[in-house]
């Protein structure tokens, strides 16, 4: 059983003063005395107290802030994406015990564009992007802030990037190997840099194997997979695998291979990109390309926070195919 945390009411309590009195020693504030100074560290020290830094940001009126700047034109959807949740989990423990806090901002791209300035002075210690289209995503670094952008976005723009076309590459090699000739993909939409790096890494795969596959693009969401896969099944009724640009378009996929009354893996087989929490819950379980997504983005937010990143920083992260039943 972990050991209780020490708070500010048991030094107060071990001490035998005030809550106030131990503020006062903790935050350097004029009202004790030396002894009483004294006293209250000793007692500090014997207990193993340790300040919680955000808490005291928050009493004092002020603090870093690192903004978390998600383009989604639907709010809802950044609950429904379990990307976002592992990109804030990733946050998250880099802003532990810093006394930096996270503030989130959704917007359009209307409210996108309209950021920048309204970021100026307002406290902001630096900006982490997600899903920015890189025109918007330019317009950032001229604040005089850090920018760090989740996957490559526009020139000059630090960026955390996944090996994205190494890990389509690898999942269309799978395929191949398990017989799979009419290699269908849906990719995400075009102004991405990591979508287009998966396409990239799908077509040489393609290439090399001597194939030729039916394809379409759209938003990274659950109804653009479902969509575009009866789009693809009109053109190629006879497709036997479907590559997917992210693991949220593939559960889209796979709803619609069902309906069309196509068993996966028999018929088609599936493979996603991200390896999130939902790949291992579909009926049957998704095989996956892994990106570190909470490592990445423990990385990105340190790097606002250390303000390393040059404008031409970039970091990238191995991805990994994880096989399971979809494309057994």
């Known amino acids: 059983m972990s050991r209780k945390r020490p708070t500010v009411e048991d030094v107060a309590a071990a001490a035998g003063v005030s809550k106030a009195a131990v503020s006062r020693v903790l935050n350097n504030a004029p009202g004790a005395s030396t002894e009483t100074r004294e006293h209250v560290r000793r007692v500090i020290a014997?207990?193993?107290?340790?300040?919680?830094?955000?808490?005291?940001?928050?009493?004092?009126g002020h603090g870093d802030l690192l903004d978390l700047v998600v383009v989604e034109d639907d709010q809802d959807r950044v609950?429904?994406?379990?990307?976002?949740?592992?990109?804030?989990?990733?946050?998250?423990?880099?802003?532990?015990?810093?006394?930096?806090?996270?503030?989130?901002?959704?917007?359009?791209?209307?409210?996108?564009?309209?950021?920048?300035?309204?970021?100026?002075?307002?406290?902001?210690?630096?900006?982490?992007?997600?899903?920015?289209?890189?025109?918007?995503?330019?317009?950032?670094?001229?604040?005089?802030?850090?920018?760090?952008?989740?996957?490559?976005?526009?020139?000059g723009i630090?960026?955390?990037?996944p090996e994205n076309s190494g890990g389509a590459h690898a999942a269309l090699r799978h395929?191949?190997?398990?017989?799979?000739?009419?290699?269908?993909?849906?990719?995400?939409?075009?102004?991405?840099?990591?979508?287009?790096?998966?396409?990239?890494?799908?077509?040489?795969?393609?290439s090399e194997a001597g194939l030729h596959g039916v394809s379409a693009h759209g938003p990274f969401r659950r109804e653009t997979g479902y969509e575009l896969t009866r789009l693809?099944?009109?053109?190629?009724?006879?497709?036997?695998a479907v590559f997917v640009g992210c693991d949220l378009m593939a559960t889209g996929v796979m709803q619609a291979l069902a309906e069309a009354?196509?068993?996966?893996?028999?018929?088609?087989?599936?493979?996603?990109?991200?390896?999130?929490?939902?790949?291992?819950?579909?009926?049957?379980?998704?095989?996956?390309?892994?990106?570190?997504?909470?490592?990445?983005?423990?990385?990105a937010a340190r790097a606002v926070i250390d303000r390393k990143p040059g404008r031409a920083w970039e970091q990238t992260f191995p991805t990994t195919l994880r096989v399971r039943a979809s494309s057994g």
């Not at 005089?144 to 996957?151: A, I, K, N, T």
């Not at 196509?262 to 493979?271: G, K, L, Y």
Request: aromatic letters at 6%; charged letters at 20%.
């Open 261 to 299: 009354g196509r068993r996966i893996p028999h018929d088609v087989a599936v493979i996603g990109f991200d390896d999130g929490p939902i790949a291992a819950c579909t009926v049957p379980p998704m095989s996956s390309v892994h990106q570190p997504v909470e490592q990445m983005a423990e990385t």
């Open 158 to 161: 630090a960026s955390i990037v």
């Open 175 to 206: 395929l191949y190997a398990t017989g799979r000739r009419r290699i269908a993909a849906v990719h995400g939409p075009r102004w991405s840099p990591c979508a287009a790096d998966r396409r990239d890494g799908y077509q040489a795969a393609m």
């Open 79 to 155: 609950g429904a994406n379990p990307f976002y949740s592992r990109v804030i989990t990733g946050v998250f423990r880099a802003l532990e015990e810093t006394g930096v806090q996270l503030r989130l901002r959704v917007v359009d791209e209307a409210g996108a564009a309209a950021l920048p300035a309204r970021l100026a002075g307002s406290g902001s210690l630096g900006v982490l992007l997600v899903n920015v289209p890189p025109r918007l995503a330019a317009e950032f670094p001229a604040r005089g802030r850090p920018v760090v952008s989740m996957g490559r976005s526009a020139p």
């Open 232 to 240: 693809l099944l009109a053109r190629d009724p006879r497709l036997d």
């Open 46 to 60: 014997r207990l193993g107290y340790k300040p919680d830094p955000v808490a005291r940001a928050l009493a004092n």
